[in-house]
């Protein structure tokens, strides 16, 4: 066990959350249940792509980089020989069409191990310039993190140095947000590798399936992998090590062989990437495009909650604006497969579910800023924000996206809400880039690596690092306590799970709350 898990398992609060099953949730004392009563107001915020080490690595007392050992830092080759240098980073490191350019050659010969981009005796990349992107799939992630070592994070990317860059987050208005609240610094992705598999987690626990994908148009997505599932079946003429270039694969996918959708595919509704369903309802994405996933009929986070008779929406930023107008570049850079909801036949069109439920943020978030200030928030509110306010490499810089999320906190704080709720901003996934710290052990889909996580609220702890293993699944036990849901299927998996596996116990977040505001 990594020994930063050993020591957050003596924590008071994680001691209680093992003794106590998953599906039932622990006995609260009466004061704590006070307290949680207390929270009105749940909003969840998702961005994009960054890992802990990247952005809050020098985060006073987080385990950050001057904590990583150099068996994480020191990348090894494919085949497990430690690399004399970091290959370059190939394409160069800003994005394309990013003027000055910081080109390939002149990113070559870094020493192994982390480097700062944004280090004005260095490479200088101001935090302001978006910078290349980077694979963050599901079977490479694993590949990258290596059993926990997190030592092949070079050897598995399509980018060479790049997946160990990082910033000095201090600039950032959310690392000076963070300083105010908890900032949780063992806060994991929920499964192992992207965005669209993330945002399944975030709100289903789950892996979304397409039945019968072998005689289905996805036939040629579905992935070559060994007998254990675990790992992509390498290319004959891959290269055999990371300084020659990439990894090539027999074929990478977006379907395991058994066909759970793991990597980007599309909604079967609109907003969805390709053209609109050929002879059909204007309102769905064709069927017949192999990147259409079949509708999904698992329960969600948000049927647990209309169960209970808890209002909740999803809001999405530019979502009237993209299905009004289409999709237009660089503003606002709308990701259709940051939408979960939208790929569920109970939120289809048409449906109450989806006309009460998925809601339009509005440009740069508006339509949501005006809910806010007006104190119109449903209970629990989840917020994702467009592309190019979403911090995610590759289409938008990391200082644009931190602008945007001080902005709607600062709302949230002077909401006639604020007294009564609590605001979870985390990431995710940590988009290809390296961390350090070894990922719980848990089941065939997660956790993947670690990622931000800030808790903001009247009753957050002041000032401190919360040390309590989390996951994005987290976010679904605190509602589950504090609103007395069912779990669902996936999450009573997962705990069990990590349990077995990494004898702890994943948090619900109350280890970041005071027992009185």
Not at 8 to 27: E, H, I, N
Not at 329 to 354: C, E, I, M
Not at 479 to 507: M, Q, T
Request: charged share 15%; aromatic share 10%; proline share 8%.
């Amino acid at each position: 066990m990594h020994r930063s898990l050993q020591a957050a398992l003596s924590t008071a609060g994680l001691c209680l959350l093992l003794l106590y099953p998953a599906d039932t949730g622990f006995a609260a004392s009466s004061q704590t249940a006070d307290t949680l009563s207390q929270i009105q107001t749940v909003v969840v915020i998702y961005d994009e792509n960054r890992s802990f080490d990247s952005l809050y690595g020098r985060f006073p007392g987080a385990e950050g980089l001057d904590q990583a050992p150099d068996s994480a830092k020191i990348q090894r080759d494919r085949d497990g020989s430690v690399l004399p240098e970091l290959p370059p980073v190939w394409g160069g490191i800003t994005a394309f069409g990013v003027k000055p350019a910081i080109t390939q050659a002149m990113s070559a010969h870094l020493p192994n191990g982390p480097f700062q981009v944004d280090a004005t005796d260095g490479l200088n990349v101001a935090d302001g310039v978006p910078t290349t992107d980077l694979w963050h799939r599901f079977y490479q992630n694993q590949a990258q993190i290596n059993g926990g070592r997190n030592d092949q994070f070079v050897a598995w990317t399509n980018v060479g140095a790049m997946v160990m860059a990082n910033w000095d987050g201090s600039r950032m208005k959310m690392w000076k947000i963070a300083q105010r609240y908890t900032l949780a610094d063992h806060f994991f992705m929920g499964g192992f590798g992207g965005s669209f598999f993330n945002h399944q987690w975030l709100i289903c626990a789950c892996a979304p399936y397409y039945p019968h994908a072998d005689k289905s148009p996805a036939a040629a997505l579905i992935a070559e992998t060994g007998a254990d599932r675990a790992k992509l079946l390498l290319a004959a003429n891959s290269p055999k090590s990371v300084l020659d270039g990439p990894p090539k694969y027999a074929h990478d996918g977006d379907l395991t062989p058994d066909f759970y959708a793991v990597n980007t595919m599309q909604p079967p509704y609109q907003p969805s990437e390709g053209p609109v369903n050929k002879g059909g309802d204007p309102a769905f994405a064709d069927p017949a495009r192999p990147t259409t996933l079949v509708p999904q009929t698992a329960a969600t986070i948000g049927d647990r909650l209309s169960d209970a008779g808890v209002s909740w929406a999803w809001y999405a930023g530019a979502w009237s604006e993209v299905l009004t107008h289409g999709f237009h570049s660089p503003v606002p850079d709308f990701q259709t497969h940051h939408q979960p909801l939208n790929y569920y036949k109970s939120f289809a069109p048409g449906t109450a579910a989806r006309q009460e439920h998925l809601r339009d943020g509005g440009m740069a978030g508006r339509a949501l800023i005006a809910d806010i200030d007006a104190g119109r928030l449903p209970q629990v509110a989840f917020y994702k924000p467009q592309g190019n306010l979403n911090e995610h490499s590759g289409y938008t810089d990391i200082m644009s996206g931190d602008a945007h999320l001080a902005e709607v906190i600062g709302h949230l704080e002077h909401s006639p809400q604020w007294p009564h709720m609590l605001v979870i901003v985390t990431y995710d996934e940590n988009g290809g880039l390296w961390d350090h710290v070894a990922p719980p052990k848990a089941d065939r889909w997660g956790p993947g690596s670690r990622i931000p996580a800030i808790i903001i609220s009247p009753f957050a702890k002041k000032g401190v690092v919360d040390h309590t293993p989390y996951d994005t699944t987290s976010i679904q036990r605190f509602l589950n306590r504090r609103f007395g849901l069912k779990p669902l299927p996936g999450l009573v998996v997962r705990d069990e799970s990590v349990r077995k596996r990494s004898g702890i116990a994943l948090g619900d977040l109350t280890g970041a709350l005071t027992l009185t505001p």
